[in-house]
C-alpha cells in the first residue's frame, strides 16, 4: 500500500520519488541552505503521501445499505423474530435516510454503582441490568446524554442503551429503539443513531423488550435509524 511507512521494507511512494530526485541532481549540495529545504520538503512530502484518507461518506453508506439488506435477508429465512404470516407486512424494514451527521463520538463517563437495577419491559417482568456509565455526546449542536447498561442476561463485554425521542410513537416505536455498543477500554464510543433499532416485540409480542429509564428520554426528533413501516 503507498500509504505506509517503512515497515516490513515497505517505503511510503512519496519517499521513493525524494530519492530519485536526489540522484538527478548531485551538484545541488553546493548551496549551503539547499539540505535544510530537502529535509523540509522530505518531511511534507511524506506526511502526506503516508497519512490515511479522510473517512469517505460513500463508503459508509454502502455499508450500513448492506448491513441492513443483511439484516433483511436474515428475517425473511426464518419466522423468528417475524413470523412468516408478519413478514409481507414489516419486510423490508423500513428506515430514515442515512444521515452521517447521526453519527457522533461520545465519552462514556463510568458510574461506580454495584446497584443491580431491575428495568421495566414490555411484559410488566423487570429486566436485571447494571448501569456502566453516561454516554455525553453532541447531536446536530446540542449536548445530550444517555445512560448506558449491561444487561446481566446477555454479553458482559457490551454496552445497552435503550431510548426513546419526539418520533416515538409517531414516526417510530412507540415504547423506544435501542442502541448496541462494544465496550472500549478508551471510554470513547461511535454513537451511530443510523443503527437504531426497534425492539423485536415491534414485530412479535411474544417478545419480552426492556424499556427506556427516564434519563433516556430525549427531547428531540431523532430522526434516524430504524422507523415503522406505517410512516414510510
Do not use: W
Request: hydrophobic content about 35%; aromatic content about 10%.
Amino acid at each position: 500500500m503507498g500509504g505506509r511507512g517503512r515497515m516490513g521494507g515497505t517505503r511510503c511512494k512519496g519517499e521513493r520519488k525524494l530519492q530519485r530526485s536526489r540522484k538527478l541532481f548531485p551538484a545541488l549540495p553546493a548551496f549551503p541552505a539547499l539540505p535544510a529545504i530537502v529535509a523540509l520538503a522530505s518531511l511534507l512530502i511524506l506526511a502526506v503521501a503516508c497519512s490515511p484518507p479522510p473517512p469517505d461518506e460513500r463508503d459508509y453508506a454502502t455499508k450500513l445499505a448492506a448491513d441492513r439488506a443483511s439484516k433483511d435477508a436474515a428475517f425473511a429465512k426464518s419466522d423468528d423474530p417475524i413470523p412468516a404470516a408478519a413478514h409481507a407486512k414489516f419486510l423490508p424494514l423500513s428506515y430514515f435516510p442515512i444521515d452521517p451527521d447521526y453519527n457522533v463520538p461520545g465519552t462514556l463517563k463510568p458510574i461506580d454503582d454495584k446497584t443491580i437495577f431491575e428495568m421495566p419491559t414490555s411484559t410488566g417482568t423487570p429486566r436485571k441490568m447494571k448501569r456502566v456509565g453516561m454516554l455525553e455526546f453532541t447531536l446536530k449542536g446540542q449536548e445530550l446524554k444517555l445512560l448506558a447498561y449491561n444487561d446481566l442476561t446477555g454479553d458482559p463485554s457490551s454496552l445497552f442503551i435503550a431510548f426513546s425521542d419526539l418520533t416515538s410513537g409517531e414516526e417510530t416505536y412507540g415504547a423506544g429503539r435501542f442502541l448496541d455498543l462494544v465496550r472500549s477500554p478508551t471510554g470513547i464510543y461511535e454513537v451511530d443513531f443510523n443503527r437504531a433499532y426497534a425492539p423485536y416485540c415491534y414485530y412479535n409480542s411474544s417478545y419480552e423488550c426492556p424499556l427506556p429509564p427516564k434519563e433516556n428520554r430525549l427531547k428531540i426528533p431523532i430522526r434516524a435509524g430504524e422507523r415503522m413501516k406505517s410512516a414510510s
